[in-house]
Each structure stands twice: as structure tokens, then as C-alpha cells.
């Protein structure tokens, strides 16, 4: 941000305070796309943990006040085109100058929150998902590293001048200010270093998953979400250089302030994407119903009343429990089924018969099942629910530990 010399300014056209050149359309349409976009998947998100669910976590939580934060932050930018922003320097007001300092204050102090809370939140959703050991020691090491790395941001944008008034009035003289291309430029570096490692960290996990072809596109979608959050922090470092290169600082702050409104709504809608599946379900559901579901729809039920379809089982009495499985051949076609097999009356009131389909083959296997202690891995129906279907599929057990 370099200061405009007497040469430029005597080129300067008259000001224009009726209809300027502005990018004030194009900031204000950028930007509340974006934040539309963050509102309607956060609340699909509170919707879908909290009401459909029951189950609100720790990383919905974190979700929510960075979500918040997020909409703190494009209130800002908005206001800001009320005192400048996006207009040519030549047009702007001497009223708005210290207006205009103040807002921008505000938002460098928010942004950081915003952006760290929103990948906390993703890695404590990661933490939940994936018990593997390297995971956790993964998420819980980014994690440290996001506080640590906002509490230096925030420190360092509160105290970028001394007196921290410095910042807005530029009519104090005793003043010391740090390098401000230098730590914004280093801030915003080390931010795209954490937006790489959090929202790609998954994909190769996810990627080796045996998952039907929808479950997999459904992969593809939230990872091409977090790449674009990828790319507007590597864009936004690109224009750095552009703004402190040039003295029209007040134009050239639309487009820092779009990529930035970028950023954190659009973390925001890749970290909301997997918990929003039990409403998305049930607005669209023959695109996203539950494959579990869709699956056993596609298991031919038998017509004996006492036959069901074959399902997983679990020891309610902690010391195990026996099932007959049967499979019944037909002709050229071989289709397995299960049935379950008991004591049944017959006319004479022996009870010592079995249930069988006719013209089968029967070739009976006893499966036992042993309840045993909770793995310390084990997460309950309550806490998941679930809601992350798309993303593991209930058969997956292949992660890598």
C-alpha cells in the first residue's frame, strides 16, 4: 500500500460524489452470496444435529460460533461499502476515512476466529469420524497449532501501532507501527498452510473406502467444496502484492474483502456439508436416502410369515445368540436368504418342526454371536447418528488404523 505521488495525484480526475466508479455492486454481490450460502447450510446443520438426530456435538457447537462470527464479518465488509470500499481514491470522502479504519479494525480481529473455529470444528468432526490413532494425533496437532496461530494473529493486528489508535487516526504523530505488508502477507501464508492440511487430510482415507458410485460422487463433492477454500486463500496472497503495490487502496480492498468473505463462508459450507445429509435425505429422498435403507429394499421378502431378512445381530443378554441361516437355490439363478429358525407347532402340536420354504435346498449354518466389553474406540448410535452416511458407509471397516 504505497502512498500516491504529486505526478499521480495531478493526474487525478475530479471527484465524483454523485455517480463514482465503484466495485461496490460486485463486493456487495459477492459477498452476500456467500453469506446466504453460509446461513442456509449452518441452520441445515442445526437442524439436521439437533432436531432430526438428537445428537449436537462439541464440533456443531464450534460450528455455530464460527458461523456467527462469519456473518459479523460480512456485516463489516458490507458496511464498509457505505464508507469507501470499492471506490477509486480520488472519490473518497474525508468523513469516511476514520469510519472506514475502524470497520476494517474490527474485521481483521474477527477473521482470524472465524477461519481457525471453522477448522477446530472440522478436525473435532474428523476426530469422530476416524478413531485411528495418526487421525487424532493429526487433528489434535492442528488444532494446537490454529490457537496458537490465532492468538499471534489477533495480538498482532490489535498491536500493530502504538498507540493501537494509530491504526484509524492518522493525525497522531507519536506513533510505531510494525510492517503491515510483512504480517499480513506471513498471516495469510500460514493460514493457507492449515486450509490445505485440514481440508484435504481426509481425501486419501476416504478415497480407498469401498463405496457404491453415489457415496463416492458425494466424496468428490465436499472435497471440491474445501478446494475452493483452498484456492481463495491462495488467491487472496496473490493480492497482497497487488494491494501494496498500488496507492488505490480503497478499490482494490473489494476484491481482498470478497476472497476473504470467501474463505471463511465458504469453510464454513464445506465443514456443514456431511451433518446436513439427514435433511438433505428427506428433501431429496431417492438422491440421498440411506443406502443401508435402499439396499435392504432390494432384499426379496419371503412370503412365510415368520421370515425376515437376514441382518446383523447383537447378544442382548451379553452371553450370545444362534440363527439358522438357509439359502435357497434356484435353477440357473443362485439367491442366498436367511430365515429364522425356531420351534413351530404343527396340527398334532409338535413342536419340534422347523420353518422352510418348499422346493428348496436346505443347507442350514449355525452363526453365534458374542457380546462383548465396549471397545474403547466404540462410539454410540447417539453420538454420530449416523448423519456423516455419505461420507462412511455403515459396511466400511477398512480404515486404516
Known amino acids: 500500500m504505497s502512498a500516491p505521488t504529486p505526478e499521480q495525484m495531478a493526474n487525478w480526475p475530479a471527484p465524483n460524489y454523485i455517480n463514482p466508479e465503484t466495485r461496490v455492486n460486485v463486493a456487495l454481490g459477492w459477498i452476500i452470496t456467500t453469506m446466504t450460502l453460509m446461513l442456509l447450510f449452518i441452520a441445515a446443520r442445526i437442524y439436521s444435529r439437533a432436531v432430526i438426530k438428537g445428537s449436537f456435538g462439541r464440533d456443531d457447537w464450534v460450528m455455530t460460533v464460527a458461523a456467527a462470527l462469519s456473518l459479523s464479518v460480512s456485516i463489516t465488509a458490507c458496511a464498509a461499502t457505505s464508507f469507501g470500499l470499492g471506490y477509486h481514491l480520488?472519490?473518497?470522502?474525508?468523513?469516511?476515512?476514520?469510519?472506514?479504519?475502524?470497520?476494517?479494525?474490527?474485521?481483521?480481529?474477527?477473521?482470524?476466529?472465524?477461519?481457525?473455529?471453522?477448522?477446530?470444528?472440522?478436525?473435532?468432526?474428523?476426530?469422530?469420524?476416524?478413531?485411528?490413532?495418526?487421525?487424532?494425533?493429526?487433528?489434535?496437532?492442528?488444532?494446537?497449532y490454529l490457537i496458537c496461530w490465532t492468538i499471534m494473529a489477533v495480538f498482532t493486528v490489535i498491536f500493530l501501532c502504538i498507540p493501537v489508535a494509530a491504526q484509524w487516526d492518522v493525525t497522531i504523530e507519536n506513533k510505531t507501527c510494525l510492517n503491515l505488508h510483512a504480517i499480513l502477507l506471513a498471516t495469510a501464508c500460514s493460514n493457507s498452510v492449515s486450509d490445505v492440511l485440514v481440508y484435504l487430510w481426509p481425501a486419501r482415507t476416504l478415497w480407498t473406502i469401498q463405496l457404491p458410485l453415489k457415496e463416492r460422487m458425494g466424496l468428490v463433492f465436499i472435497f471440491a467444496v474445501g478446494c475452493i477454500v483452498c484456492v481463495a486463500g491462495i488467491c487472496r496472497i496473490w493480492y497482497f502484492h497487488i494491494f501494496f503495490s498500488s496507492y488505490d487502496t480503497f478499490w482494490n480492498s473489494a476484491i481482498l474483502w470478497s476472497l476473504t468473505c470467501t474463505e471463511v463462508d465458504i469453510g464454513i459450507v464445506c465443514g456443514c456439508l456431511p451433518g446436513t445429509k439427514p435433511l438433505l435425505a428427506r428433501i431429496f429422498p431417492r438422491l440421498l436416502g440411506s443406502s443401508q435403507h435402499s439396499n435392504s429394499t432390494r432384499i426379496p421378502h419371503h412370503p412365510h410369515s415368520q421370515s425376515f431378512p437376514f441382518q446383523s445381530l447383537s447378544g442382548r443378554d451379553g452371553k450370545g445368540s444362534s440363527i439358522q441361516a438357509d439359502t435357497d437355490n434356484r435353477g440357473a439363478d443362485t439367491n442366498?436368504?436367511?430365515?429364522?429358525?425356531?420351534?413351530?407347532?404343527?396340527?398334532?402340536?409338535?413342536?419340534?418342526?422347523?420353518?422352510?420354504?418348499?422346493?428348496?435346498?436346505?443347507?442350514?449354518?449355525?452363526?453365534?454371536?458374542?457380546?462383548?466389553?465396549?471397545?474403547?474406540?466404540?462410539?454410540?448410535?447417539?453420538?454420530?447418528?449416523?448423519?456423516?452416511?455419505?461420507?462412511i458407509h455403515p459396511d466400511s471397516n477398512n480404515l486404516p488404523t
Not at 474490527?106 to 490413532?133: D, G, N, Q
Not at 407347532?345 to 466389553?373: F, K, L, R, W, Y
Open 90 to 144: 480520488w472519490d473518497i470522502r474525508a468523513g469516511w476515512i476514520v469510519k472506514y479504519a475502524k470497520i476494517g479494525f474490527l474485521a481483521e480481529v474477527i477473521v482470524p476466529w472465524s477461519m481457525s473455529l471453522t477448522k477446530i470444528s472440522i478436525c473435532l468432526t474428523y476426530l469422530r469420524l476416524f478413531p485411528s490413532r495418526p487421525n487424532k494425533i493429526f487433528c489434535w496437532s492442528v488444532i494446537v
Open 336 to 391: 442366498h436368504y436367511a430365515w429364522a429358525s425356531g420351534p413351530v407347532a404343527d396340527s398334532d402340536g409338535d413342536s419340534s418342526g422347523h420353518i422352510v420354504p418348499t422346493n428348496c435346498i436346505q443347507v442350514s449354518e449355525e452363526v453365534t454371536v458374542d457380546s462383548g466389553a465396549k471397545t474403547p474406540d466404540a462410539r454410540s448410535k447417539g453420538e454420530d447418528a449416523g448423519s456423516e452416511e455419505w461420507i
